[in-house]
T-cell receptor, first 117, second 113 residues
Framework: DTGVSQDPRHKITKRGQNVTFRCDPI?????LYWYRQTLGQGPEFLTY????????KSRLLSDRFSAERPKGSFSTLEIQRTEQGDSAMYLC???????????????FGPGTRLLVL | AQSVSQHNHHVILSEAASLELGCNYS??????LFWYVQYPGQHLQLLLK??????LVKGIKGFEAEFIKSKFSFNLRKPSVQWSDTAEYFC???????????FGKGTRLSVIA
């Protein structure tokens, strides 16, 4: 399977613990996005990378959230000091963006479902 | 800020009925438009997309959507639904380039035999 993969698929943690999620994009894709989806809502954008550069992070929900993509391949999303309100599905998407071409299609992974007790 | 409205929260249809799901967006400039589908237990999959050109776009599984710029709409249609179309459908918009997708809240479609 050459699609976007995410690990773990499910995570249960206690309030106050730190969690880290991993996303592996489609291999030739240079852009990687993180979204959050809560029940009854569409995905909500969090942050994205072009190669290893994080181009937008103002939508991260708080300073407890951080993301990295150190070598321009896989990415990690970390949530520190988790709260019950962080319970959601965290989705990763990747795309291939070409200079000057404002048409890109994002392909989504299966998501990591987080439950904070 | 951009927003996307999907008018129907839950639609129930019998097999072979025709489907139309509404989607309206708020941005007045050039947009890229998408419909994604999420089947039960599966991840979001691209159904169809519009970038430019013919405003009537065809996607997978017999779905199509029409972009009407004057109405800021991108409605999804299928002439005859099947039980296997039971899923949640999301409309999404972006400006292209460096902007992320903005999603609607989704429409849950239940197709009954």
């Amino acid at each position: 399977d050459t699609g976007v993969s995410q690990d773990p698929r499910h995570k249960i943690t206690k309030r106050g613990q730190n969690v880290t999620f991993r996303c592996d994009p489609i291999s030739e894709h240079n852009r990687l996005y993180w979204y959050r989806q809560t029940l009854g809502q569409g995905p909500e954008f969090l942050t994205y990378f072009q190669n290893e550069a994080q181009l937008e992070k103002s939508r991260l929900l708080s300073d407890r959230f951080s993301a990295e993509r150190p070598k321009g391949s896989f990415s990690t999303l970390e949530i520190q000091r988790t709260e019950q309100g962080d319970s959601a599905m965290y989705l990763c998407a990747s795309s291939l963006s070409s200079e000057g071409l404002f048409q890109e299609t994002q392909y989504f992974g299966p998501g990591t479902r987080l439950l904070v007790l | 800020a951009q927003s996307v409205s999907q008018h129907n929260h839950h639609v129930i249809l019998s097999e072979a009925a025709s489907l139309e799901l509404g989607c309206n967006y708020s941005y007045g400039g050039t947009v890229n438009l998408f419909w994604y589908v999420q089947y039960p237990g599966q991840h979001l999959q691209l159904l169809l997309k519009y970038f430019s050109g013919d405003p009537l776009v065809k996607g997978i599984k017999g779905f199509e959507a029409e972009f009407i710029k004057s109405k800021f709409s991108f409605n999804l249609r299928k002439p005859s639904v099947q039980w296997s179309d039971t899923a949640e459908y999301f409309c999404a918009v972006n400006l292209g380039g460096n902007t992320p997708l903005v999603f609607g809240k989704g429409t849950r479609l239940s197709v009954i035999a």
